[in-house]
């Protein structure tokens, strides 16, 4: 047997990486397909466990919710591996806002409680919503427009899993009034009125 | 070389597909990858050849601009090859409203006129604006809002390329306003005022 | 705004199907890329809802545990989504036996209780095994050999999600024991003993 | 066991298909992610074995050579798996004339004899020739013009692989000159002279 | 909302990166994926603007024709993304001679003047050829040969657009006779008399 | 012809890649869409070519056979390209254990000898065994259990192509027996009896 063994070290012997896995190397420059890989001598377990969605996010702000990400960034171990997961939290009345995630569907798990959850197509605009009990699962196309409400009256709780191990979040509200886009700009470009937009961009940080 | 001929005649004698194209068969239903093909011996070079997007847009209506797509359903030889493009047509202070492409970037360039065009980033919700001349062109990556303005004073064409032959198209107001999704959830799920809300969803046609 | 809204709706007056999504019509012959899709007026939010996963296995069985999948085939919803979920349930002492996946990587979310997962690399066929509790999350590369097995003391639950729509699932006993593949090819090919193939075969249904 | 063996058989009973393999139905319309699938039931061995490799190709024809494809066309097996195979047999001074597989890279490997083979890159069009000698591998990548000559005493074979089930095969030489293109176009865009586009349409039966 | 704003520009805190976008680092070296990314502070709405398809190419050449690139390599912006653009210009009898792009499907819009147009496909050799007017679309699938030329009485103008950021791009004049590939190998793989090859190797440069 | 020459020239001119190929540079670190590339200007023919496959392997060990992998790792041409290869050797009686390849589908074809191979489906463990002649051609899809197995009297010989540049192997004994998972873990997860793990650990290395 002793040849066999050899023979199967040989195999990979001259090879710096395998296909099974790439751990994430953060500070290095990414790439179109996601980050650098560690050598995989220096990989251990904890590179494929990730703790941190263990603990409710703090839901004291003005939303009442959090979102609580394991993307690559925080998660190197799913670098290259086609998905990632986050973790929801929605005091009574809490919401996630209006949303994309540019790269990625999600499917979204009730842990605890009830939330009411939605998407809009592009075609036709149709709304689809529904209110979700604890087990339920939904799925939100790639791409499109999505919210998640507790209407509940307890603190409600979701995992959520991405198609990609970097979905990026695109919240409307921030993009639009979180930022210098010119005030000008934006309401030729979205409708709204002057005194909605200086509003939410007071109270979002936005300028211009 | 008659024998050689008749090879590689031989060589697709029993195959009813080429790996070349794959026509769409609007018809039919789709799958995940696109329509079914239409066979080959069907298909003749006006399948390959779209003439919709010689002809201005209609530019006489509230956003004195016109989008005119050459995407798959209208332009079925593009099935399974990875693009398709668009005509954008903006009379003076014509605008082409904030919205995304779920499913493919774009490229922007503009045959005559002058385009203010931006986009937002997810991260950190940075804005990008330029404002483009004849001959300039710019990306939108996949999923993210855009929008482009015709600041100039005549009218503006461009012509738009996406990397998918299917890149959809959601417009925020429309998704926002154009449906049933009530009040109540939309004002919780963006911020925007009660008012604000009902405003617009009567202009576009909203209930709820 | 009439003209705008009939603008937009020209866009897709001619189109059968819409990018967005495509909920699975699995009566029909699937193909490389998943099922057909439904067409999309036929769809409601229903079809992107799945209940079955609120509901436990029922883990009075010889491995103490159960799967309960919602892939393409249960929830076509997530058809050309790029993901699925499914639900563990782990009596104590309950095991998920050593398995693959041939199309996808997981990720696991532990619910409930304690779980002690690994799996095997193939490079130098390392071990990454960790006792995970409530809140944490591992990732099993796709394609490689895994692992579950409840060791607290009370039913554990966990959510896990794949970067497939129908990830398949490829449990080594079974396929090693639960069919004819004869003995001998067996034997040979895994170096296993006669009389331990016999006994598993016996246990397990197979024959040869 | 029992119930385990039920909660398995359980697991994938409302399905109609797995992920595992997806074997052609040929007469069928195919789509951009190849043909539909023949439900999994009806599949034996024998279609995931080819014999049509183990005769030689009749090299008796005008490039004293053969192909002899193993693609879905004639292999429905491999439909979905990415990748596919053909054999090459080439007479003392046989030659599979300047080509390329629009969809594929190939590897070479020389079963019997020498072949001297090259490709040309699009940076700088490049050369890379060499002689290769039995158990050689030579690889082509994606859609670069390539050839294969016999330049050994004794008749050469090689096996060929792909990286798509469709690779596809355009022969310049059939593609200039045994087809309707006419004279005028095809000089104009390939700066050869008449006379010798004349003689070679000849030959190969085109017209025009 | 203090609270909420640094909930979200925590998600991205310890992140280098954004799924968004990857603006090329030429200097580099690319992988499979393309090239890495320049770290996202560092960019500018200038990386996705590009200006250099506004000016004519030069068409006083053997051709009348020019093609000018913005390609990865000269618009990095593109990178990852799936797309890229060329403009060409032909003044009267201006020619794009035959040639494929290895890695990308194409669509031409003609923008000025009349251009003839055609692509011959792998199944039978069969050609598709069309004039095509100011406005006109036309699809060139991935890999196969294709040509314009303007066959009009003024300069022609065109926009193509591809299904990849950098397409490659094998004129068949060029990697025939613009290199040492040897006469003798060379008459051999297309059957081209060797007087012909001299004659196009002297006039293109090529040597052997 | 010297203005379009340069025009050419120019068109590449910034470029420090070429969409054509990406040969790996080994040393560097990987990511997940393979390795960074070498510049092309240091590429040689010799880098696409490669000769360890032209040698049988040293079959003088308890399998009575040998894999010589042409990978990615050892064969550097291939990265990027979507394919790799291997050569078996096979003894009589010599047998490739039970195995998968974690990220490709193989296709096998016998250069000499007889060889009876065979794999097992995810669904419903279906067993697909066929004994294969000089020739033949059988294909294993991606992720599933397969082996192979000399059962003629003289010494046989496969290649087997590969659908990715970097496929893994997983050789089950290995991952159970070869290495440190504890015999606890293993047995629980196996069923394997207490004697066999021990009696294979022994004979394999494994510790635990």
Chains 1, 2, 3, 4, 5, 6 share one sequence.
Not at 11 to 39: E, T
Not at 46 to 74: E, H, K, R
Not at 108 to 117: D, Q
Request: one cysteine or more; proline letters at 5%; aromatic letters at 10%.
């Amino acid at each position: 047997m002793h040849l066999f063994v050899c023979l199967f070290a040989l195999l990979f012997s001259s090879s710096s990486q395998a296909a099974d896995f790439c751990v994430a190397k953060l500070k290095g420059a990414g790439n179109p397909a996601g980050y650098a890989c560690r050598m995989p001598s220096k990989v251990t377990v904890d590179d494929f466990v990730y703790t941190g969605l263990g603990v409710a996010g703090n839901t004291t702000n003005i939303i009442s919710a959090a979102v609580t990400p394991a993307f690559v960034q925080q998660f190197p171990g799913v670098n290259g591996l086609g998905l990632s997961m986050a973790r929801l939290d929605l005091a009574p009345a809490g919401v996630i806002p209006m949303h994309t995630h540019p790269g990625a569907s999600e499917l979204l798990f009730v842990v605890r409680g009830k939330i009411t959850a939605g998407f809009i197509s592009s075609l036709a605009n149709t709304v689809y919503v529904k209110t979700l009990k604890k087990g339920d699962v939904m799925v939100f196309p790639r791409g499109l427009l999505h919210f998640q409400i507790n209407d509940g009256e307890i603190n409600a709780v979701a995992v959520v899993s991405f198609s990609d191990p970097d979905p990026g979040l695109q919240i409307t509200d921030f993009a639009f009034f979180a930022n210098n886009l010119s005030s000008e700009l934006l309401e030729k470009s979205t409708f709204l009125d002057d005194a909605q937009v200086k509003k939410l961009k007071k109270v979002l940080g936005g300028t211009g």
